[in-house]
Each structure stands twice: as C-alpha cells, then as structure tokens.
T-cell receptor
C-alpha cells in the first residue's frame, strides 16, 4: 500500500531558529500533499495544501511567511518553521494519497519542541 | 465549513467489552475515513468508507451518508485498542480532510 515517510520524528530547537520537516511519498507520486498540526489532546487541523511546482495554499489564520512549504518534486514536500517560538511547539503530520477517490495516508509525524 | 462531531469524547472499558463510536457530519461528503492514533502519534488508517459497511477482523464500520453519520464498532476490545479514534471527511470539490473531535478509548486489563 501507499507509504508516506516523514522526518525527523522528533526535534528540539532553540527559539529563533528554523526547522525543516520532510515528507516523502515512497511508492507513489503525489502532486498534492497536506500538512496538519495537532496540539496536545486536540484534533488535527489542516495548515496548508502543498502543490507540486506551485505555491502552497494556506488555511485561514496560518502565517505563510512563518510556515514555508516547498513541493519541488512529485515525491517530496518540506515544511520549514522559521524563527520558531515556544508556541510553535506541536505535532506536525503530513499526508497524501495515490489518486482522487482513494483514502489518505499519513506520515508518522514530527514532534517539535521549541525551547 | 463542514462540522464533524464525535461521541463519546472519552470511553473507558474493560478488556473484552464491545464499543460503538459515532461520527456525525453536517454536510454531504465524498470521503470518510476512520483512523486510530496510537500513543506515538501515528495515524493508522482503519477504514475508507464513504458509504455502506465494511469489516476488518474485530473492527467494522458503517456509514449512512444520507443521514450524515458513521459508526465504528470494536468487538472483544484489547488493551492495544487504546488510543484516540478520529473520523475525517472530505467535502465534494474540496480536496482536504476535516477531522472530527476524536474519541479517546482506554481499555483496562
């Protein structure tokens, strides 16, 4: 079945630094990938839709200059949290699907802690 | 946007018990999936079920799209079933998933 790989699984960084998270579709090509954020004991909220070869689409309230998304190939999307602050500490998870009409597969997630 | 509510929010059961989790959604959907989020955060896809009934071992799910709800049944619960169960829906013409509020299931030995 479809596999989505996400790295790193856990990262701790200092306030003011940037962190890059990678999301790869291992056995299929994904023109669209999705980035979600989950705060403790809450549901998943979509942050942005990553489109291969074009700009990402951000959900209302998500700062596009803070959460940079790059989808340079059909198998890789990256999320960079720039100038991270403690309030950015969260669980970030990506997803993709092989084609419309099929279910979505999720990566294993990245737990970001900003100190 | 579409609203997705799950009930109950929390459920504590003895090992071996059966349970029913419910997902209500406020509008028509193209896609509905049930996920189990394990303690490490991994989302495990249980069912892709925009309509009808499916079964996989001790788990089964039913979606009644016309009445805008889905049910997840877990039989003979095991401690490994503990975790948070989410349903997520995709609206027509809108390629993204909206997650429900989740049900936290705790199975006691």
């Amino acid at each position: 079945g479809a596999v989505v790989s996400q790295h790193p699984s856990r990262v701790i960084c200092k306030s003011g630094t940037s962190v890059k998270i990678e999301c790869r579709s291992l056995d299929f090509q994904a023109t669209t990938m999705f980035w979600y954020r989950q705060f403790p004991k809450q549901s998943l909220m979509l942050m942005a839709t990553s489109n291969e070869g074009s700009k990402a689409t951000y959900e209302q309230g998500v700062e596009k200059d803070k959460f940079l998304i790059n989808h340079a190939s059909l198998t890789l999307s990256t999320l960079t949290v720039t100038s991270a602050h403690p309030e950015d500490s969260s669980f970030y998870i990506c997803s993709a699907r092989t084609q419309p009409g099929y279910g979505y597969t999720f990566g294993s997630g990245t737990r970001l802690t900003v100190v | 946007g579409i609203q997705v509510e799950q009930s109950p929010p929390d459920l504590i059961l003895q090992e071996g018990a059966n349970s029913t989790l419910r997902c209500n959604f406020s509008d028509s959907v193209n896609n509905l999936q049930w996920f189990h989020q394990n303690p490490w955060g991994q989302l495990i896809n249980l069912f892709y079920i925009p309509s009808g009934t499916k079964q996989n071992g001790r788990l089964s799910a039913t979606t009644v799209a016309t009445e805008r709800y889905s049910l997840l049944y877990i039989s003979s619960s095991q401690t490994t079933d503990s975790g948070v169960y989410f349903c997520a829906v995709e609206e027509p013409g809108n390629e993204k998933l909206t997650f429900g509020t989740g049900t936290r299931l705790t199975i006691i030995p």
